[in-house]
């Protein structure tokens, strides 16, 4: 579709190195020239208790003053294309099958292709299709005209069939389907008693022998080479047989049977490529040809197939039973966009979070990009939860969730860049949403622009920043206080592993760090325990099992599964990542809470306001001394900052030895009198009953705690969204800056002042 008309674009990759280069993707609907220029950003909350936005203008760094810009394509929608150098479905086929298991989601919305060569410019080829009153027909055309049977019986939303379309050289054309509604499969199970079969025949005087097109699932291709009538739903293994089938043949292959070899053109096992270790986005042809076809966008696999039969909740376990691929209209991994400029970072570029500036007849974007160094140069490292970026990349949850305002407590703030946006959603959904069908969005990808993911950014329900122009106050402190640090992502850590932070004393974690993976957690784990020091400065962190595939590391994949605060739920049987197999959902829910590793674990959410911290009995101790250096007994802790007016606010978490906090740990402060906005969180709910809000659950606070192990690893947790953002207020001088001032100036020595303790 085209694109909107703003100003915009992305970078590639988003975790750029020091000696390597980064490509930028601009767009603007009016052609015309750009000034860009590169700058560091340190600030991003514009909110007037702080410093503003704050940029810093790079030099050295050989940039045009000038690119050219215009309109860049998107491609929105999931399909695959079949690979046919050799031409055999393109070549006239006088008598043929076109046949497909099918679980439509959105019939009657409009025309929509599942499968065939059907090109709607030269109206060649076949197809088999969803009509707009939602009953499947199959289309043929040649050069002479066209021709078209439809299927008497309308299908079922969100009800699994056997389709099939077949044509001769007579000109006789079928169209045949079948409900395969089971126990398992389907929304509705077999007691209201569906009828869906229904089967139709036609003689034509004309044969039409369809020539031409490229074979396409789950749309159509237009001479441009773009994808048109995307279909909403399911399709599992299909085929096309090299004559007109009979009823037996239909039946046979309706059951599941295997097509007779002879009679195969093509047959895509869709079940085929499973290994312990996911699926990829080749579809496999096992016919005689092995025209395999390939997704775009990410169709999603290591969904339920049509013979699902309910016992195995994962493709791990019963492969054969989950050949169901979902295609989403509004789907949109990578735009694929031109690049409209280049840079060549220099080896010794500071690391740190940039972005290329690009102003256009008086309207300005940043395109942001993290620069991480060649090697460690610095003795700390932040790590940037690119993760959670991605995670929440152009969520619309804020303008479309009916809950929103009830989670916020806030009127939504909308201004009118948002209102802009909001009329332009070209650039896909985050994993917040749900594409058009209601299913959950489980992939989201930085190759597109990122609207959320912008230095000003507020999100429009809390009229705060949240997670990236969040971030950049912990980064404006840090500046601001003299630290020399690294900047490092989640995209790094999970490519690289322990290697990546080994080098450092310490590592300091955004205030959002809810996104992780297998290999990032691990990492985390294995350096605090070999002794290093973390400085866990988040709320909700190390939540949802989130996955990228190492060549693509642009995408990740997170399925929401039965317990956590979920903006959706994988359908039963849907919850194992496509991308590595791991069973997703919360990290919890696989023996590894927070707590075992960071002290603290979710505990509540809320938006109308934060709340200081208190010191806590643990905090008088000798051992915590060190910490609480110029901070009075009573002083309140953070009775200010830009997260909602406190530093522990927005989301928090808690020590909690039943999931794993280290029984060593000093629990030195929290926080009280939150409103009845903050809920318990849902996974700590087992059984519903009134007084679970902030005003009466003693459990809905933020909590700040440290532990030291015998090797001189340590982890200092502030649970709290709001903690770094409270670092900028005052200048910078205040009591949450200098208990940070503490923690980073022990995390930095050799001889640290805390015990080393197990
Ligand atoms: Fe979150």
Not at 485 to 501: R, S
Not at 677 to 689: C, G, H, K, M, W
Request: charged share 20%; hydrophobic share 40%; proline share 7%.
């Amino acid at each position: 579709m085209s694109a909107p008309g703003n100003l915009t674009g992305y970078a590639d990759p988003l975790n750029a190195r020091c000696g390597g280069s980064v490509d930028f993707m601009l767009h603007d609907a009016t052609p015309g020239t750009a000034e860009i220029s590169l700058v560091r950003l340190l600030h991003g909350d514009t909110n007037p208790l702080g410093p503003g936005f704050v940029e810093k203008e790079v030099t050295g760094v050989t940039l045009p003053r000038t690119v050219a810009v215009g309109p860049q394509y998107v491609p929105l929608g999931s399909w695959a294309r079949a690979r046919d150098p050799d031409g055999v479905l393109s070549a006239s086929l006088p008598s043929a099958t076109l046949f497909a298991f099918i679980k439509p989601t959105m019939p009657g919305a409009r025309e929509q292709i599942i499968a065939g060569t059907w090109d709607p410019a030269t109206k060649r080829g076949f197809a088999l299709l969803l009509t707009e009153g939602g009953q499947v027909a199959l289309r043929l055309g040649d050069e002479a005209g066209t021709a078209e049977i439809v299927c008497p019986k309308p299908v079922a939303a969100h009800a699994w069939h056997f389709v099939a379309g077949g044509w001769d050289e007579t000109g006789k054309l079928l169209i045949w389907q079948k409900g395969l509604i089971s126990r398992w499969n389907s929304l509705v199970g077999p007691a209201p008693g569906y009828d869906l079969d229904a089967a139709a025949t036609e003689q034509l005087e004309r044969p039409v022998l369809p020539c031409g097109g490229q074979f396409t699932l789950a749309a159509a291709l237009t001479g441009d080479d773009r994808a048109v009538a995307h279909y909403n739903g399911k399709i599992d293994r299909h085929g096309i047989l090299n004559a007109m089938a009979g009823h037996d043949e239909l039946a046979s292959l309706a059951a599941g049977e295997l097509p007779a070899a002879e009679r195969l053109l093509a047959y895509w096992d869709t079940t085929a490529g499973y290994t312990d270790k996911g699926i990829g986005d080749v579809i496999r042809d096992v016919g005689p040809h092995g025209l395999h076809a390939h997704g775009i966008n990410r169709p999603i696999r290591a969904m339920t197939g049509w013979n699902w039969d309910g016992r195995n909740d994962s493709f791990r376990l019963a492969p054969h039973q989950y050949g169901g691929i979902a295609f989403h209209d509004d789907a949109l991994v990578d735009c694929g966009w031109q690049a409209s400029v280049s840079i060549e970072i220099p080896p010794d570029l500071p690391s740190g979070i940039y972005a290329l500036r690009v102003s256009k007849d008086g309207s300005e974007d940043h395109v942001p990009f993290f620069v991480r160094p060649d090697k460690a140069r610095a003795d700390m490292a932040v790590l940037m939860p690119t993760f959670t970026y991605l995670a929440y990349a152009n969520e619309h949850l804020s303008f479309e969730a009916p809950i929103a305002q009830a989670i916020c407590a806030n009127t939504p703030v909308v201004s009118e860049a948002d209102l802009t946006w909001k009329q332009q959603e070209a650039f896909g959904l985050s994993t917040y949403d749900v594409h058009s069908d209601y299913a959950g969005v489980c992939y989201s990808s930085w190759r597109r622009p990122i609207q959320n993911m912008r230095p000003k950014y507020r999100m429009p329900a809390i009229g705060a920043p949240w997670a990236f122009p969040a971030d950049l106050s912990l980064i404006w402190w840090l500046d601001a206080a003299g630290y020399e640090v690294n900047v490092v992502t989640d995209h790094d850590l999970a490519a690289e592993g322990l290697e990546l932070i080994a080098p450092y004393r310490a590592v300091l974690t955004g205030t959002h760090p809810e996104y992780y993976s297998l290999g990032m957690l691990d990492a985390l784990e294995d350096y605090v325990a070999g002794g290093g020091r973390v400085g866990y400065l988040g709320g909700n962190g190390l939540y949802w099992v989130t996955e990228v595939r190492d060549e693509e590391p642009w995408c990740i994949e997170v399925r929401k599964l039965d317990t956590g605060s979920r903006a959706w739920q994988a359908a039963p049987g849907e919850g194992y990542l496509a991308t590595t197999g791991d069973r997703s959902g919360l990290w919890r829910a696989r023996g590894r809470p927070p707590q075992k590793l960071v002290a603290l674990g979710f505990t509540t959410e809320g938006m109308d306001e934060s709340q200081p911290f208190e010191r806590m009995p643990d905090s008088f101790e000798p051992e915590a001394a060190w910490l609480f250096e110029g901070v009075g007994h009573d002083e309140l802790i953070g009775n200010f900052g830009l997260g909602l007016g406190g530093a522990s606010g927005l989301e928090m978490d808690r020590y909690d030895l039943t999931l794993g906090t280290p029984p060593h740990t000093l629990l030195v402060a929290s926080s009280f009198n939150h409103s009845d906005n903050y809920p318990l969180v849902s996974e700590d709910i087992t059984y519903a009953f009134p007084g679970r809000g902030g005003t009466q659950d003693p459990q809905v606070r933020g909590d700040i705690a440290f532990y030291a192990n015998a090797k001189g690893g340590a982890v200092f947790a502030a649970g709290s969204i709001a903690w770094s953002q409270a670092l900028p207020c005052n200048g910078g001088r205040n009591n949450v800056a200098r208990i940070m001032t503490n923690v980073l100036d022990a995390f930095r020595s050799s001889d640290p002042p805390f015990l080393p303790r197990t």
